[in-house]
């Protein structure tokens, strides 16, 4: 009888010896972008302490101060460092203000999206037949309205019962609500793709010869081996979300330019690039960029390690 | 359509069955399985001569096949892939259900139980699957594959119980006891196996379906695990329903045969007596093709054709296409099994009518 | 000389744990119209050799020494565009899944005739007669219609038989056939195998058969070669390894089957499982499963733990075991190469 030499290994060695580990090792673009996401992470959540002003603050806005440029231009003034915008608010502290939401808004959303849509691939594609056709003809009818639609149905009704202000109050949550419910099929296909796969492994067969009930084995069993393909597409729906709430933002469907996102302040901007004062609009835009290049560049690397039909490659 | 005679029937005809009265563990009566090709109801239409018609497929799996499991045998099925062998055997452990037909257990009724009502029946009847690398949940230890149906079973059990149970059968199966920390996919497909044996022994079955259990694995490893089968009916008294394509585990393990092709059973006997007089020309054919050590030249009888769809099951026996002693009578009748005076049951005209 | 000379092929693969040694010094050859077997459990290195003859390794595997003469001329280290005029066209490959080597978007006739005309300058009317008649060579019912077909509208047996006929397309020299009826029913590979067979024979064409059942072994093949852990182990007439092998896991292979037990009886079964190329025991690799590592007087066999054995000449096969070695010359047969 062969027996194993070597002790079992704990959690940490095995992560030690991954494949993941190894591959990131070895990737250095992944590890760059790491780098920057998880720098301007921490940098928007410590924005209250690291922002040399407080942009929500009504009270430091000086009207006088407005369209200062940046540093780097004659005419600026050494205390505002990216500048001020058009209201005088500190550019750099209310991008930090401004990135943080975003980042809460891609983070809800994605949140939001993947518990209705891993809910609801899971019981479409274990139990079949009419709950299956139910949930994705439901996937599809939400598919078909977009983002935009949805943004506005709710906002509608929304502003319509509980008036404007109850809704720029607490318009980040609107906007995870709305993100969040107008991508959720995108999980459910993929999860009910890798639950119809699962199910027809023999693992399943075997925990109901066991007798085990269908809610346990779905949550237990198949669910668990169907979170890869979740983990790969959540890197890619955190940036889409981004994208979306910004764009929500720009066409004044968003958060209210008192508590701007980094789509608000690029609309916010866009009205003075005629006048010349283009870094308004320009400086949060790179920064979105930047935020969604890293998230993209991070998600395909996630994909080519979890994809196992590369891992020989 | 009865296509296959009535068992009670034919008890009588077997001179000296002593075990006459002795009730079976598992009767199978007239098990028929069809799976739809055809969808929904809405795929289900069709335009024909400018009307709507509703047109369905089937795959005709299993077509009226009866079988009886003795207490302590080990069955063996045989047949080529797409013969229904399989079907069965998931039919029986209530992962498909049945379109017609019976099953009992111990003299109950199981092919319309609820899945709550068959819970006692599954601490008495388990199954063990073709894959090894499949049949082991990747995201969880052996320790808690295996905890999983004693838990399930045995509520009432504390901590202790179960882990001195996991551990008793880990060591009947032959697995150390450390490995219990580790994931399936850190052992080697015979090891795997016996931790798939392990999950189903845990519960004291004593019943196993085994579906291809050594298909998977190498030459010498298919021995250890064959010989761990062995030893695990010795020791709990298991009955076995073992489906396999391999002739030579069969006529080394099997207490009877039944030759299956085509969702129908050809033949049944007991092993030595296949072996020795195989009756049914499908039989014949199966055992001239295992490629012998001993001759160096193969001498394997020719089988014309390929094996027909079960989706369109020819008519009368489902073997006469592929025949060589196929006539009229083939191609019209479906032969019934006949029981012969060494115990063994054959469905063809032509051994009936004494051509063969 | 023979047709095909392989001598001391070593096929590693660079995987992130390091180096591993997929073949070490693997030697044989093949003689015009020659069948010979290669045997081996998974793992052992026999689909490797066999794709390592026309490089055909995919990365990280490469091949890091030795030589493999065909015709006069070495095939280790040829350029890609002159191993592409011997693919195919004078070595040919059967698969164990057809459709590996059938591309499901192009009919039957239209992948014999681009495959004719790669090699050959002819027209396609030509090609396809060429088609037509190695179809009907291979036994295919109504082959006229078969041409116009497409793989998954065939069973099977029958895709198998039109690799076949692929395989014998350009006339090769040698077809390496990679468990080739593996897939198959028993009266399927039954039909395959015999046509093989009867087809090599009639064309005077070597075959390499890589299998690992000991039956169609016995039943196709001339010569065989036992691997273990990516060495040949044994090599030798294939009727005189079946009847009387002499290496202890040879013997203990065929004393597995359940035909060499009683009915009823428990198996004769090696102990444990073929170790992992990347953490090969010292010595002999099979020395951990092996009953022969003490000697009759119960003393051990150091050599057995420490050294590699080397070939010995025993009768008219060729066995690496120190156990043969020892009874035959009286002395542990010791290879080339240590243990690293």
């Known amino acids: 009888m062969s027996t194993y030499a070597s002790p079992t290994p704990t959690r940490w060695a095995r992560f030690r010896d991954s494949y993941f580990l190894y591959s990131f090792k070895r990737t250095w673009s992944a590890q760059l972008c790491l780098a920057i996401f998880v720098s301007l992470v921490i940098i928007a959540f410590l924005a209250p302490w690291l922002a040399p002003t407080d942009p929500y603050d009504l009270r430091q806005i000086d009207i006088l101060a407005s369209e200062l440029p940046p540093f780097w231009i004659a005419g600026a003034d050494e205390m505002y460092m990216l500048g001020t915008d058009a209201q005088g608010r500190d550019l750099l502290s209310i991008i930090l203000y401004g990135t943080r939401v975003s980042l809460i808004i891609g983070f809800g959303a994605v949140l939001l999206q993947a518990l209705l849509g891993v809910t609801f691939g899971l019981l479409a594609g274990y139990l079949g037949g009419r709950v299956d056709a139910l949930l994705m003809r439901l996937a599809d009818i939400q598919l078909s309205f977009s983002t935009l639609m949805v943004a506005i149905v709710v906002g509608a009704i929304v502003k319509a019962t509980l008036g404007s202000s109850f809704y720029s109050e607490y318009a980040v949550l609107m906007l995870i609500l709305i993100i969040g419910l107008a991508e959720w099929p995108q999980y459910a296909r993929t999860v009910r793709a890798s639950v119809l796969a699962e199910r027809s492994k023999e693992y399943v067969d075997a925990a109901r010869v066991m007798g085990l009930g269908s809610r346990r084995i779905m949550f237990r069993h198949v669910l668990p081996n169907t979170l890869s393909p979740v983990f790969v597409i959540s890197t890619v729906q955190i940036a889409n979300a981004i994208i979306s709430e910004a764009a929500l933002s720009f066409l004044g469907l968003g958060m209210p330019e008192t508590h701007p996102s980094l789509g608000s302040l690029i609309k916010s901007g866009f009205d003075y690039i005629q006048s010349g004062s283009w870094w308004i609009t320009l400086i949060p835009g790179v920064v979105l960029v930047v935020l969604v290049l890293t998230i993209n560049l991070l998600g395909d690397w996630v994909r080519d390690v979890m994809n196992p039909r590369l891992y020989k490659g | ?356 | 000389m023979s047709l095909l000379n392989v001598t001391d092929l070593d096929v590693r693969f660079a995987l992130r744990q390091g180096e591993v040694r997929a073949l070490r010094n693997v030697s044989f050859s093949l003689d015009r119209g020659e069948r010979l077997g290669i045997v081996g459990e998974s793992g052992a290195g026999k689909s490797v050799a066999a794709f390592s003859l026309l490089n055909l390794i995919a990365k990280p595997g490469f091949i890091a020494g030795g030589s493999i003469r065909f015709d006069g001329q070495e095939l280790n280290g040829m350029s890609e565009r002159c191993l592409r005029k011997i693919r195919g066209n004078r070595i040919s490959m059967i698969f164990q899944d057809p459709m590996m080597t059938l591309n499901p978007v192009l009919s039957i006739g239209e992948q014999m005739v681009e495959c004719l005309k790669a090699h050959r300058r002819i027209s396609s009317r030509e090609a396809r007669t060429i088609a037509l008649h190695k179809l009907q060579q291979v036994q295919i019912p109504s082959p006229e219609t078969r041409l116009d077909q497409y793989p998954h509208e065939l069973s099977g047996g029958m895709r198998q038989r039109i690799i076949i006929a692929i395989a014998l397309l350009l006339d090769p020299d040698i077809i390496i056939a990679d468990e080739p009826t593996t897939a198959l029913d028993v009266t399927i590979q039954a039909e395959i195998m015999a046509l093989l067979l009867e087809l090599c024979e009639k064309h005077n064409v070597g075959l390499i058969l890589i299998t690992h059942d000991l039956g169609v072994v016995s039943q196709v093949t001339q010569r065989m070669l036992v691997m273990y852990a990516g060495r040949v182990i044994e090599e030798g007439p294939t009727r005189e390894i079946i009847n009387d092998p002499q290496h202890p896991y040879t013997q203990g292979l065929m004393n597995a089957l359940p035909q060499m037990a009683t009915p009823g009886e428990r198996l004769n079964q090696i102990p444990g499982s073929m170790p992992s190329l990347s953490k090969l025991p010292s010595g002999c690799a099979f020395h951990p499963r092996c009953g022969f590592v003490k000697r009759a007087d119960g003393q051990p066999r150091r050599a057995c733990h420490d050294v590699i054995p080397d070939f010995v000449e025993s009768g008219n096969c060729r066995v690496a075991c120190h156990m043969v070695a020892e009874m035959l010359n009286g002395e542990p047969s010791l290879a080339k190469e240590e243990t690293p």
């Open chain 2, 1 to 356: 359509m009865n296509r296959v005679a009535q068992a009670p029937a034919l008890d009588s005809q077997i001179p000296a069955a002593p075990e006459q009265d002795r009730q079976a563990l598992l009767e199978i009566r007239d098990l028929t399985k069809r799976f739809s090709l055809s969808g929904d109801f809405l795929e289900q239409l069709r335009f024909k001569g400018g009307k709507l018609v509703r047109k369905q497929e089937f795959v005709h799996a299993i077509n009226g096949v009866s079988l009886d499991i003795q207490r302590g045998e080990a069955l063996c099925v045989v047949g080529e892939s797409g013969c229904g062998k399989s079907t069965v055997a998931r039919v029986v452990m209530g992962l498909l259900s049945p379109s017609g037909g019976e099953i009992r257990y111990d003299g109950a009724r199981i092919d319309s139980l609820s899945s709550r009502q068959l819970l006692p029946y599954r601490k008495r009847m388990q199954m063990i699957f073709q894959n090894p690398y499949a049949s082991l949940n990747p995201r969880m230890t052996i320790q808690q594959t295996l905890e999983e149906p004693l838990r399930l079973h045995h509520p009432d059990w504390d901590r202790q119980k179960v882990r001195d149970k996991v551990e008793e059968v880990m060591a009947s199966v032959g697995i150390a006891p450390d490995w219990g920390k580790r994931f399936g996919h850190e052992f080697s497909g015979g090891q795997r196996q016996r931790i798939a044996i392990a999950r189903a022994l845990a519960v004291d079955p004593e019943f196993i379906v085994a579906d291809e259990p050594i298909s998977a694995l190498d030459v010498s490893i298919q021995a250890q695990v064959l010989n761990l089968l062995m030893d695990a009916q010795r020791d709990r008294h298991l009955t076995y329903l073992f489906i396999t394509h391999d002739l030579a585990v069969v006529e080394h393990f099997g207490t009877r045969v039944a030759v299956m092709y085509l969702g129908t059973v050809c033949e049944i006997a007991p092993t030595a007596t296949l072996f020795a007089t195989p009756r049914h020309p499908y039989t014949q054919a199966l055992m001239s093709a295992i490629p012998k050590l001993e001759d160096d030249r193969p001498q394997h009888i020719r089988l014309s054709g390929e094996v027909p769809t079960p989706v369109n099951l020819p008519s009368g026996c489902v073997f006469h296409a592929r025949c060589p002693h196929a006539n009229e009578r083939c191609r019209i009748e479906i032969p019934r099994l006949i029981a012969k005076e060494d115990g063994s049951q054959v469905a063809c005209h032509a051994v009936e009518e004494g051509r063969l």
